[in-house]
């Protein structure tokens, strides 16, 4: 079983069009991220968010919104895409750093938006 | 605040060669330090990883220390193999306050026959 996974994996689509991305994870973590990964390869944290707080970066446009149905679930919702929002978006997760954990992420394999 | 710089890339060597990917850190407290590998058309995944000062990660012949007197986590590797061309992300993680790791640039390895 795929510990992250996130569907779609190819998402085309038109300027101004809203999208949704999901993520889920089954390895009872409780923390999840969406990063950004524009084509040099910078990875950009957009939210954290776990079952006390969500966290979100202050540059990131508020057409994005993250949506967490339950523990294992964050998905990503965007709003009237643009040009610029093509990237690949990763989806991870964590255990809490607090409770004694190293803290390493688990990743997913990526989607990839192209915005036409 | 925290801050991960790994040196720019790309870097490319040939089969066997010996490798060297810097990475040094600014932060506060005793944070655990981390390399992740990003494959063509995947996902990061956790490559080794260092949790206090004079630690070695080691996987897959790839070598890291926790040097808290010079800040730093170079990775290494003795001998590099076409199979390691990736992009390798040097990243830090606080023991208290915020849980959101802190990455690196990355830097890409490209590895010819």
């Known amino acids: 079983d795929t510990a992250v996974s996130q569907t779609p994996k190819y998402l085309v689509t038109q300027m101004g069009n809203d999208k949704s991305i999901k993520c889920e994870q089954n390895l009872g973590h409780d923390t999840m991220y969406w990063y950004k990964q524009d084509s040099k390869k910078f990875l950009k944290i957009m939210f954290s968010?776990?079952?006390?707080?969500?966290?979100i970066n202050e540059t990131v446009p508020n057409r994005f919104s993250p949506k967490s149905p339950d523990k294992a679930h964050l998905n990503l919702h965007i709003n009237s895409l643009e040009l610029g929002d093509s990237a690949v978006y990763f989806c991870?997760?964590?255990?809490?750093?607090?409770?004694?954990?190293?803290?390493?992420?688990?990743f997913g394999e990526g989607s990839r938006l192209t915005v036409l | 605040g925290d801050s991960v710089t790994q040196m720019e890339g790309p870097v490319t060597l040939s089969e066997e060669a010996f490798l060297t990917i810097n990475c040094t850190y600014t932060a506060t407290g005793y944070p655990s330090l981390f390399w992740y590998v990003q494959y063509p058309g995947e996902g990061l995944q956790l490559l080794l990883k260092?949790?206090?000062?004079?630690d070695k990660g080691s996987n897959k012949g790839f070598e890291a220390t926790y040097r808290k007197e010079t800040t730093s986590f170079h990775l290494e590797k003795g001998s590099v193999q076409v199979s390691d061309s990736a992009v390798y992300f040097c990243a830090l993680r606080k023991s208290g306050g915020s849980y959101i790791p802190t990455f690196g640039r990355g830097t890409s390895l490209i590895v010819h026959p």
């Open positions: 991870a997760s964590s255990q809490d750093r607090k409770t004694g954990n190293t803290g390493e992420l688990f």
């Open positions: 260092a949790t206090k000062a004079d």
């Open positions: 968010y776990n079952n006390k707080e969500l966290i």
